[in-house]
C-alpha cells in the first residue's frame, strides 16, 4: 500500500519561511511527478508546484520566487521551500504524487494524495 506523509506545518509570522515535507511509502517502482496543491477556506484547490524525476518544475503564478520544491528520489521525498511568507499563502497543503507502483509482477500509473498538513501566516 503506497502513503504520502506531509510534514512541516506551522503556524508562522509573514515575512518568515517553512518547509514542507512529504515522504512516499509502499511498493513504488518510479516517480514520475510529485507536486504541491494547497486549499484555502472557500477556495478551489490549486496548484503550488511539481517536479518530475528529471528535476523539472513548475510553480504556480502567486509563490514564484518564493517557493522551491525539490526531489529526493533515493528518499522518495518531495520538499517545498517555502520563503517570504504572506498571510494568503494561509491554507492546507497537499502532496501528490504520479507514481509508477509495483502491482502483480508489473506496474501501474496511479495518483496518490497525502493527509494535507495546516501553513497560518499570521500577520
Known amino acids: 500500500q503506497v502513503q504520502l506523509v506531509e510534514s512541516g506545518g506551522d503556524l508562522v509570522q509573514a515575512g518568515g519561511s517553512l518547509r514542507l515535507s512529504c515522504a512516499a511509502s509502499?511498493?513504488?517502482?518510479?516517480?514520475?511527478?510529485m507536486g504541491w496543491y494547497r486549499q484555502a477556506p472557500g477556495k478551489q484547490r490549486e496548484l503550488v508546484a511539481d517536479?518530475?524525476?528529471?528535476?523539472?518544475?513548475n510553480y504556480g503564478d502567486s509563490v514564484k520566487g518564493r517557493y522551491t520544491i525539490s526531489l529526493d528520489n533515493a528518499k522518495n521525498t518531495v520538499y517545498l521551500q517555502m520563503n517570504s511568507l504572506k498571510p494568503e499563502d494561509t491554507a492546507v497543503y497537499y502532496c501528490?504524487?504520479?507514481?509508477?507502483?509495483?502491482?502483480?509482477?508489473?506496474?501501474?500509473?496511479?495518483?496518490?494524495w497525502g493527509q494535507g498538513t495546516q501553513v497560518t501566516v499570521s500577520s
Open positions: 509502499g511498493s513504488i517502482f518510479r516517480i514520475n511527478v
Open positions: 501528490n504524487g504520479d507514481l509508477d507502483v509495483s502491482y502483480s509482477g508489473s506496474w501501474l500509473g496511479l495518483d496518490y
Open positions: 517536479i518530475t524525476n528529471g528535476g523539472s518544475t
